[in-house]
């Protein structure tokens, strides 16, 4: 089994930074991959930032600049540093994990989410 647990959302006015946090645990052979999404209300779920295991980072369009996603693999850990942010990233962020478990099968792991809401 494994597991997938976000922390760090909350609520900060415009303009404010926030640091998620996303750990993997329990039984596999690597994480290839780790991505941060974000779901608005009434919106799609949305790629944020994406990271493989040789470290290379991607970005939306609409958090370029102003998020960074980085990554501890001794904690099987990645986080996003959200800087100068806007009411439009109020959202539930969502961690996902593309692990390789028995056998070279991989597979997908969502965390439950952490609010983030940015408001005045």
């Known amino acids: 089994q494994v597991q997938v647990v976000e922390s760090g959302g909350g609520s900060v006015q415009p303009g404010g930074s926030l640091r998620l946090s996303c750990v993997v645990s329990?039984?596999?052979?690597?994480?290839?991959?780790m991505d941060w999404y974000r779901q608005a209300p009434g919106k799609e779920r949305e790629l944020v930032a994406h990271?493989?295991?040789?470290?290379?980072?991607s970005y939306a369009d609409s958090v370029k600049g102003r998020s960074t996603i980085s990554r501890d693999s001794a904690k099987n850990t990645v986080y996003l540093q959200m800087n100068s942010l806007k009411r439009e990233d109020t959202a539930v962020y969502y961690c996902?994990?593309?692990?390789?478990?028995?056998?070279?099968?991989?597979?997908?792991?969502w965390g439950q989410g952490t609010q983030v809401t940015v408001s005045s």
């Open positions: 990271m493989t295991s040789g470290g290379a980072p």
């Open positions: 996902n994990a593309i692990v390789t478990r028995e056998r070279g099968t991989q597979w997908s792991y």
């Open positions: 329990g039984s596999f052979a690597s994480i290839d991959a």
